[in-house]
């Protein structure tokens, strides 16, 4: 019912920047939380990002000072701004949100990832 489609991945250098965009669409009331994991091969998935409807925010403190979460509650779509960026931030990215609707009435979806390649 729910799908969240990202994009904005790519390759780019070290220092560089890139701005990643996850548009949820479907049978949606409003959309809760939304947030940014990332998951490198042989690495543990991560908490990235969150963000509430109301704006509140919260960052892994790996990416504190370079990355800025944001969220557009008209269009249910959230972008993660990264600034600065490193060879260990080469991972897939992968958008979720908490999808709030009559039945059930709480969902969390993902969406399937884009690959965010930092070279050195």
């Known amino acids: 019912q729910v799908q969240l489609v990202e994009s904005g991945g790519g390759l780019v250098q070290a220092g560089g920047s890139l701005r990643l965009s996850c548009a949820a669409s479907g049978s949606i009331f409003s959309i809760s939380a939304m947030g940014w994991h990332r998951q490198a091969p042989g690495k543990r998935r991560e908490l990235v990002a969150m963000?509430?409807?109301?704006?509140?925010?919260n960052y892994a403190d790996s990416v504190k000072g370079r990355f800025t979460i944001s969220r557009d509650n008209a269009k249910n779509t959230v972008y993660l701004q990264m600034n600065s960026l490193k060879a260990e931030d080469t991972a897939v990215y992968c958008c979720n949100a908490q999808i709030l609707s009559i039945t059930p009435p709480v969902t969390t979806s993902w969406g399937r990832g884009t690959q965010v390649t930092v070279s050195s």
């Open positions: 963000i509430t409807r109301g704006g509140s925010t």
